[in-house]
Each structure stands twice: as C-alpha cells, then as structure tokens.
C-alpha cells in the first residue's frame, strides 16, 4: 500500500481529522432532516445514537441491515449458543422498534445472513448446516407494522416449520453468500464459495421474487461464475449486469482480487476473470457497490510485514479497472479491515473497523462517483470498544442509507465489561443526520491524555487547572461553558458563579474567528478544599444555546483532594537532579540506574513501587518493561525514602533508519494504598541510547529448500522435524552473544522463555563474523500446534546490540507442507509395505519398490535401501543398495517416481528373523525426503532355508552389488523425528530480550 501516489496521502493527511465522539444515548433511532453532501467539508452536524438492537445471555454476531423506505429497515444476525447459531431479525418501523424475531432456528448452524428490500418483502439467506454439510438457505420476510413473518418453511413433514427453504444444497460446502436485488428485471442474485469441486469457486444463483430457481434445483444448480477458483465473494447491480468480486489466494503471500460480470439472462460474460488488484501483500474481503453504472470495489490489503489498509479502485461498467489504479482509503497504523460500501444517491459511502486508536472503532468517508473523497473520515468509538485482536474484527460493519430522512444507519457487533455492557457479543446501531449537539473531549495535552483536570491528586488548597475541547461540527459557539464541582461533596452539583466561567485559551485553528468544528481549548483554575472522602466529583457543563454539549467530559469525573497525599520527588543529588535516570546518555548495553524519592507526610509505604521502561519502542508500557524498585535507604516515609531499579539496555535501532541515537521513554508508577500518585516523576520522560560500535546484522541463507530461514525436514505436513539457518554478520567481528529463534509452539501469539531456542555454530572453527556466520537449529515440533499456526523469528545480539535485518523484523509462519517425500507404489505386492514377498527362505530373491515424489520436479542424488542385516539399529556398508529406476524413460518427478531394487538376503543373525528395512533418498539440492517409507521401520521374514545349510565361509557374506556402496559414509545416517535432541533452552537476553513481545 506503500506504492500510492504520495500526492494522493497528503491530500488524505489534509482532510483527515478525529471527531472525538462517545455514544451515550441506548434508544431506538428516530428520522432526522435531509442534509447536503456537495461540499468539500460539509457544515453540518453529527446525532449519534449508540442504540442496542439485540442483546442478552447469547452472542449476537455478524450483523446485515436493509432500508424499505419511509424510515422502515430490517436488521438481521447470528443468534449464537455453544457453537451453534441461529437467524434473528428485527424491524424498525415508524420510529419505533420491534422485538427480535426467529428466521430459523433449525438444527445445526445457521450463520452468516445476508439481507435485501425487494420493494414487498425483505428476503433473508444464509449458510446452514441442519444437512451435515453447509449449504445456502433462504426465506422472505413479510412485514405488519414492526412484526416480522417468515414465509417460506419446508414442510412439517420433512422436519419443517424451522425457517427457510434449501437454495443450493449440493455436495460440499456452501459459503459465505452474498445477496443483491435487481428492479429492473424483479430478480435476485445470490453468489457464494462452493465446494463441490475443489479448490473452491465461486457460484450464482438467480431467483425470481417469488423464489423460483433461474438456475437449476437447488441439489445440483447455480452458474458457475469462478472457474479457477476463489472465496468470500461480493456481489453489485449497475442497472445493465451484476459484478461479481472474490479474492484468490495462490501461496501464503499472495492473495488478489478478481471479478467477473454476469447479466441478468445469467451469462458470464467474462470468461477469463478480471484482474482487479494483485501485486505483492494480501488482499482479502472484497466488497462492491455501483453508482448506477460503474462499480467501485474496495478490500483490506496486508503488505508484507505491516498491518492492513482498506483500498479501493473503480471499475467501468465493461469490466475494466480504471486507468488511474487503485488508491488508498484508509492507510494508517495498525489496522484498517473488514470494509463495506453502499451506493447513496450521489456518494459512495465506505465504513470499517479501525484500530489505529489500540482499539476497535468504525471509521467511514464518503466519495464521489470518480473516486474523490467529499470530507475527512469520521469515527465511531463505543463505550466499551473491544481490544485490538478480538473476534469484533470477524465481520464487516453493515450500512443502509436511509434515503427519505438523509441519514445512514450503521449496524454493528460489540462486546463490552460490566456495568454497562454484558460480557457477551451484542448488536448496536448508530444513524446520523444534520443537526447534532457540540461534543466535549479531552484536550489530549500533557497531564491532559484521560482526564479534564492536572494535577489528578493534590493536598487542600492546591490549584487545580481544568482544561476541555469543545467542538461543534456547526462551527457554533458556546452559549455556555462552564465547570460544575462539588466542593462540599454532598453528591449534589451547586454551581459557584465564582468558578463557573473559563477563559479560552487556545485556538487550534489560526487565522481570523474561531474554528469550533476543529475544537477550541477552554480552561479554568480554582484551589480546592479537603472534604468528606476527598473524591470530589466534578464535570463539564457547555452548551451551543440550543443542546447541552455531549462526551466523556460531560459525565461526572473524580479528583482527589487530600489532608497529606503520597507524592514523588526527584533525588536532587549528583545525576539526579532534575531526573529520574543515570547517565542521560550512553552506549548499548549500559546499565542505567533508574531513583526517585517516594514521600507520604503519614508515613505510609508505597503499595506499588515501579519504574517502567518502554524498551522495545512500541509506545506502550508492556507487562515485562515495569521493574519494581527497592528502596536504597531507611529514611522514613514522612522524610522521603529512595528507591532504585538498575538495568542493563540493549540497543535496538529503528528499522527505518540508519543507527544513530534513540530515546527510550521511561516513567515512575507509585501507589499509595489504591491511588496513583502523581506529580512529574510519574510522567513520561527520555533517556538516549546510541550504538556499541557497528550493529551487526541477520540475513537470511541462501542454501536450496530455506524459505525465511527455515525448511521442513521430515515427518508429515504440519509438523515433524525442522531445520532453522540465519546468517550473523557483525563489522567489528563481536561473536552472537545471545543467538536465538524463538517459536510460538503452543500457538498463543507470545514467545515465553521455553521457546525461545539457542542456535548452534553450523561451522564451530569459523571464528570470522565480519563475514558472515550461520547459525543453525534442528527442533522436533511434531507435538506442537498445527504448522501453519507456528509463528517464529530470530533474535541476536553482540551484547551490546540487537541485530536488526529481515529476520528480526520477520515474523513469519513455519511450512506446513513437504515438498520431497516417499509413498508406497500401490502396485499389486506393495500397497502397504515395500516388499513382495513379505516373506521366504534366506538367499531367495527379494523385491523392493518405492515411489519417489519431488514436487520441485528435482532428480534424486541418493536412492538407497537399508537392509539392517543383524539388526543392530545401524548400518555397516554392506546393509545398503542402490534402487534402480523401474521406468528410466519416465522423467516425471512431480507425480513420483518408482526405484526397485531385486536383493538375495542372507542375514546375519539367528533364523527365522524379522528384518528391519527402510529407504533413504535425497535429491540433488541435499533435501531429505520424508513420508512413512523414510520413517521408523518395516519388517521382512527370513525363514531358514529348507534345500540346504548354508555354506559356514560364506553366512555372514552378502551378495555383490556393483551399484552398492562401499563406505557407509557415502550417504547421510538415517534421521527420524527421535534422532534429533531438544535443544537447549536460552537463558540469556536480559530485560531487553524478554521485552521483545511484538
């Protein structure tokens, strides 16, 4: 996403600003005035209705939503219980709300709906699994006011009356379907992803209003739309024929985004699929909508080793992107994912979840037909909001445009801690008009972040500055602004005119006038008095003349006022005087030495006494960068005693740039019974960090089969034994210290200390790293999560440095496939074993066969069999033979291969016997291969011979084979999964290792 026109970013940098908002009313959504959207930065005003649709003990998930007009619209969900889900709907009507309704309630799992207006009724579908396998669904929906009436059931006979009526249940999987209405010929159209035929395409299905397949029955039909294949599909009428978008995923790193149109007669017109957005990064959940006549498709991309960005790029209505490619829609930090679009009239507006914030919140923006953005993005920001990674990003946020009142409707999943919210996933709503109340936030100032009031704790007669912005998207001003304390603490809310009043202080926007629709800073100071508990409650009163201004500044706030609060100082002796850290400055792998003076005239200990440190740079304080302290005197409380914390940093250069000085962010955390202490200590401050010498540097190997630094050694797809390699090298040839890869084994998304890997010399007499060093690790994971899951990545350091590169920034998911594997031939003889016969007298011929499958299409180097003549579990030079090609003319290898192999046997112990064989093949890049034949052993019965006793010179000589080798060391020893050890685990990396969680 980095490849858009820089012009293009400053513009979105230009428009872009937040509208600090919190969602406060829980009440059914009302109609509100049309409003204009030709203007650049439109002066208008936000409602913002934060209403609960459906809530309760179960979760409600995965949310559509459909407008009938004249202010009536149908929401429907996932009703879900133990893994189970059913369909539920509710309507809106008249500005009021009905009950939530069943759709279905069959057995198994209905998930997934989707849901149209077709001009009478509303026509629900979704992905149900009551057959066994997933299949697609479908019912209208009638409406008598606010009631809601599903009209389609199969009949009671074949275990009906539960909701809706099969569309497509052929073989395999039907999933994730979407759903548009086309008026002009009073049809649907239906697409999902089918498995009937793997990999998985993308099939249609047209439907008369009344329900009547266009397409065929629903055991065997639909039009098949994707022949190569592709999932999650979207679909968009232009008046003229559908679009039909999905994303096709071809490797682990590359997934694009294809079309393909089809007309309402049910042609696919585009025989080979349009190539709507491919490059490099993945792309994934397409989504569509038309103006009428062209289509703009948007998607998340995820560039490699970055988070995800929502894109977007028109497509005419003949099927061919626009000539000025695609552009970027919302391209911040973190996350931007799981898109929807919708047409309204004259704009597109885009909506979804964002969590650039650290946590989940809506953003939208409306854009013009040619692709122009019309304002800045808007968010949304729940009271609740979930934390970053939780199943709320699962789904798309769900729009209708509410044409006859002028407002969008917004449906979303949400999942929140008690009071306020159950624990449980529930559906909300937000709409917005015209006319919206100001909207107070926090100034975002230092001592200013979360709260309207520095300092936050003080003893009786501080001063205590309040300080709040106000905003009006109506750029009006306050009528009033004021702020409310209750000074008595009696819980009620006297004003005192004395204090009311503040005086405006900055204004954000320079020039002539006041610029409300960005904020304006007011502020005021009063001394505040010890009484009751010391909590005084506090809030801010503003209003426009017309409605009291909203936002988290509104409610009610707490400041403690004490008799002799705690409180921090800074030593004042030699190196800290005016901080809290020696030295201010030195080189990686110092050891600073973080003080600080905790004081409380009552003489009571602090109840937590830390020092965080932010050294991995994430401008967060994680679990494992906060130290507690100990106290480095016995001075009492009262006089102030010192505490201490020393640790040891290493340098970690920003990945952006060249090595050069960092600062590291560091602060001091003391309480004192259940309170925060403040003062300056507790605020954030710096010390540098500059390079020890060079900072040395991982690159990845370049031997045959490594991908990111490793390759699957043997065992079966998804696990078994693993070869991990990276390259050191450091200019100032400092040998790796600390030399580790570290995988998430049981697959929970952090690295703890046991699995964290100490990676061995691959040649211990190379002492020079100046230019270049491997490190290598061979580890068994056949009992950890599946390989696909198993994120890894490498950690070195000098030290003194923390080695950056590729393979530090990487955090890249093992293999999860062979490449080079054995099977058995499945020939008459040899369908489970590799030997006919299974068994026979001693110095009779024996026949060994093996199918050989390099999917590299790489000949084999080495094609042994190891015949363990006295089964001692090892081989001597005599117990192998080389295997022979049954079909030379066969050139093959992808599809396999057979080696054979005709052997007399005499073995060398005690008969009858069962000897231990197996095979051993490399190919020509040293890769070894695995599957059951290379793996543990199979078994021959030798019988004594029953013509004659063997000759007592020549029992325990073997036959001669002139392709047998002579010395054992002509191939590699056999390995298995047993024959590689643990390795150890690391016990080194200090705090800075152990903070490198990201």
Known sequence: MRKFNRAILLRLKELYFTTWLLFVVVAIFLSG?????????????????????????????????????????MIVWENRDSGSGDIYGLIQAGGQSGSPFPICTAQGDQRYPQVVWN?????????????????????????????????????????????????????????????????????????????????????????????????????????????????????????????????????????????????????????????????????????????????????????????????????SADGLPDSRGEFPIAEY????????????????????????????????VRLSSAGSFLDSQTKFSAINACIVGSSLLDSPVAIARRT?????????????????????????SQRYQATAPPVLSWTGEANYQNSGVNPAIGPAGTSFEFRVKYSSLGNLPPQKAQVWIDQDDDGVYSINPANSLMDKIINLTPGPGNNYIQGVIYKATTTLEFAGDGKLNYRFVFSDGTNEATGEPAKSHQILVGNSPASLEWMGTDGYESDGVNPNSA?????????????????????VAEVWVDLNRNNNYDQDEKFPMQAVNTQSFSAGRGYQKSIS?????????????????????????????????????????????????????????????????????????????????????????????????????????????????????????????????????????????????FVFSDGKNIATGEPFL??????????????????????????????????????FQVRYVNEHDFPPRIKKLWIDLNNDGQYQGGELYDLEELDPLDMDYGDGKIYTKSVSITPQITLPANLNYRFIFQDIYSEEAAGEPAQGFRT??????????PDPNTTNQQPQDPNRPTNAGDVPPPSSSNDVPRELKSTQGGCFIRSLLF
């Open 587 to 607: 080189q990686g792998g110092t050891t600073f030495t973080f003080m600080v003076r905790y004081r409380d005239l009552e003489n009571d200990p602090p109840s």
């Open 119 to 315: 001009g009478s009724n509303y026509f629900v579908v979704w992905e149900d699994t009551r057959g066994g396998n997933a299949d697609i669904y479908g019912s209208r929906v009638s409406v008598t006011g606010t009631m809601g009436t599903v009209l389609d059931n199969l009949p009671s006979s074949s275990g009906g009356g539960v909701g809706g009526v099969p569309l497509c249940s052929a073989s395999g999987d039907q999933l994730q379907p979407s759903l548009v209405w086309n008026s002009r010929d009073r049809q649907y159209l239906i697409v999902w992803q089918d498995h009937r035929i793997e990999p998985a395409k993308i099939y249609g299905l047209r439907l008369t209003e009344g329900m009547q397949s266009l397409d065929g029955p629903a055991s065997s039909g639909g039009l098949l739309i994707a022949r190569s294949g592709g999932t999650n599909p979207s679909v968009a009428w232009n008046g003229a024929n559908y679009l039909v978008v999905w994303e096709y995923q071809t490797s682990a790193s590359s997934c694009d985004i294809y079309g393909g149109r089809v007309s309402s007669s049910g042609q696919v017109i585009d025989d080979a699929p349009l190539l709507i957005s491919g490059g490099e990064g993945l792309r994934y959940n397409p989504a569509v909508a038309s103006d009428g006549r062209d289509f703009l498709v948007i998607w998340d991309i995820h560039p490699q080793n970055e988070y995800s960005d929502v894109a977007g790029i028109l497509v």
């Open 810 to 847: 990487t955090l890249a998911q093992l293999p999860a496939s062979l490449s080079v594997y054995l099977t058995w031939t499945g020939q008459p003889g040899y369908t489970q074993d590799g030997v006919n016969p299974d068994s026979g007298p001693a110095q009779s011929l024996f026949q």
């Open 940 to 949: 021959v019965l030798i019988l004594a011979p029953t013509d004659a006793q």
């Open 33 to 73: 005035p049309l409003f204009c959207f030709t203007l650049p930065r439109p002066a208008y005003g936000w409602v913002w209705n934060d209403v609960l649709v459906s809530g309760g003990a179960l979760d409600q998930i995965h949310p559509q939503v459909a407008y009938a007009g004249g202010g009536n619209l």
């Open 404 to 428: 006859d009142s002028g407002e969008y409707v917004i449906i979303w999943e949400e999942v929140g801690s008690p009071p306020t919210r159950s624990n449980t996933f529930d559906i909300y």
């Open 649 to 793: 940093c290493l340098y970690l250069p920003d990945s952006t740039t060249s090595a050069g000085a960092i600062n590291i962010k560091y602060r001091f955390n003391f309480t004192s019974g259940h309170t925060p202490i403040g003062g300056e200590p507790s605020s954030d401050h710096f010390f540098s960090l500059t390079p020890y010498r060079s900072v040395p540097v991982l690159s990845w190997v370049s031997e045959a089969g490594f991908v990111q630094g490793v390759r699957l050694k043997g065992s079966e797809a998804g696990g078994g034994s693993y070869e991990f390699q990276v390259c050191y090298q450091d200019q100032d040839n400092d040998p790796a210290l600390i030399r580790e890869v570290w995988i998430d084994e049981n697959a929970d998304g952090t690295f703890s200390q046991e699995e964290k890997h100490i990676m061995e010399e691959l040649i211990p007499s190379d002492t020079v790293v100046s230019d270049g060093k491997i490190y290598r690790l061979l580890i068994d994971l056949s009992s950890s999560a599946v390989g696909d899951e198993i994120r890894y990545r």
């Open 333 to 364: 930090q973190w996350n931007q994912l799981n898109p929807s679009v919708i047409w309204c009239e004259n704009h597109y507006l885009v909506a979804w979840k964002d969590t650039r914030n650290g946590k989940v919140d809506i953003y939208f």
